[in-house]
């Protein structure tokens, strides 16, 4: 019966396109997040953020954490759901940003044109890993036929009673007693052990 888990590994390479896909999103956000870490300031003049750094310094932290997490994780699913959910948080806050500060409106628009871009490459990511790797009804395979057993479970019955141990198993000749010596051919003693 072949399994209900989905393939997720292309013939020939260790990883599916949507894993490759995952792996560059972790690389991006460590280097988004590093931006957000050490030129905040810069960062928030840019967009309109002006008097917002330390969040913008946590949010490179909540970056630089979950592309590691991506990085090194077998299953990065759940981590590019989170980007998806630190995406939405970043588009309310530079949102409610651009309310207060008019200056800024052409910038504060790439801006969110560039969340919307970095959100729509997540959301695509999380739904293909997610439909590849099987949710809990797709991902549990079906072992009922099963016996474990290869030639069927009645054949097992009774094996063990028709098994002989052989001598050597019983007690090795090393640890037999000694019981008498007779001497060979060549010269040589050899020890019969007691049966």
Known sequence: MPSSV??????GQSRSSNDRLARGLGYFSIAIGLTELFAPR????????DGHERLVRA??????????????SHDATPWIWGRVAGDAADIATVLAASRRDER????????????????????????GLSSEKGGPKTAV??????????RGAHAARGA??????????????????YTSRQQTGDGGAT?????
């Open 6 to 11: 989905p393939q997720t590994a292309l013939h």
């Open 42 to 49: 810069a960062l928030c003049r840019a967009i309109g953020l």
């Open 59 to 72: 949010y490179g932290v909540r970056e630089v954490a979950t592309g590691v997490a991506i990085l090194m």
């Open 104 to 127: 800024q409106r052409g910038n504060t628009a790439l801006a969110l044109a560039a969340l919307v871009g970095a959100t729509a490459v997540d959301v695509l990511c999380a739904t």
């Open 141 to 150: 395979a079906d072992y009922r036929d099963r016996t474990g057993f290869p």
């Open 160 to 177: 063990a009673r028709d098994f002989e141990i052989p001598r050597d198993m019983r007690t090795p000749d090393p640890l037999r007693p």
């Open 191 to 195: 020890v019969r052990a007691a049966t």
